[in-house]
């Protein structure tokens, strides 16, 4: 199976900064990459697949990037509704599997 | 609107037996992939089941693999997971998830179901 390891697990940050989360594969997964967004209560909501490509209706300061085996989520500029944990997970082969998540938290 | 409306959460003692259903509306069910993701209170997401759109393929996490059975009526536009053997470890909410097509991510998901084992 391939593991998937995030970090931070916890992030604290202001408005307005920029955010990095990364996440690690334990085997190649090319591009096969999903960046999700849970708010407390709620369902996951899919922010980017295929490593960098936005759904549609996400804000333009989400973006992904990285390659292979090491992946980053960016927001560009912290907005109060962006508070959340954030979740990847690969796609490349099952089963697939979830990062532990990146609570990212006000200052 | 794509809607997924997923029910048939409980209170079951361990080795009980439950089954969830999501009904979904809104798009063309038959041509997504449909999964089960779930998430243990206050841990991370776990991926559970995924069945092809026409129900050809599924795939499972080894952690419920013989013990739950995916499926889905493409005519009712529904999905089911039937879980037998329940153990304490499967407490969960249970989200139900379509998968984007050409793809394995998941892009709309279902409210969740809680599901509580416990004797």
């Known amino acids: 199976d391939i593991q998937m390891t995030q970090s931070p697990s916890t992030l604290s940050a202001s408005v307005g900064d920029r955010v990095t989360i990364t996440c690690r594969a334990s085997?190649?997964?090319?591009?096969?990459l999903a960046w999700y967004q849970q708010k407390p209560g709620k369902a996951p909501k899919l922010l980017m697949y295929k490593m960098s490509s936005l759904e549609s209706g996400v804000p333009s300061r989400f973006s992904g990037s990285g390659s292979g085996t090491e992946f980053t989520l960016t927001i560009s500029s912290l907005q109060p509704d962006d508070f959340a944990t954030y979740y990847c997970q690969q796609y490349n082969s099952h089963p697939l599997t979830f990062g532990g998540g990146t609570k990212v938290e006000i200052k | 609107e794509v809607q997924l409306l997923d029910s048939g959460g409980d209170f079951v003692q361990p080795g009980g037996s439950l089954r969830l259903s999501c009904a979904a509306s809104g798009f063309t069910f038959s041509v997504h992939a449909m999964s089960w993701v779930r998430q243990a209170p206050g841990k991370g997401l776990e991926w559970v089941s995924t069945i092809t759109n026409s129900g050809d393929t599924i795939y499972y996490a080894d952690s419920v693999k013989g013990r739950f059975t995916i499926s889905r009526d493409n005519s009712k536009n529904t999905l089911d997971l039937q879980m037998n053997s329940l153990r304490a470890e499967d407490t969960a909410v249970y989200y139900c998830?379509?998968?984007?097509?050409?793809?394995?991510?998941?892009?709309?998901w279902g409210q969740g179901t809680l599901v509580t084992v416990s004797s």
């Open positions: 998830a379509r998968d984007r097509r050409y793809s394995r991510s998941h892009d709309y």
């Open positions: 085997q190649s997964i090319s591009t096969w």
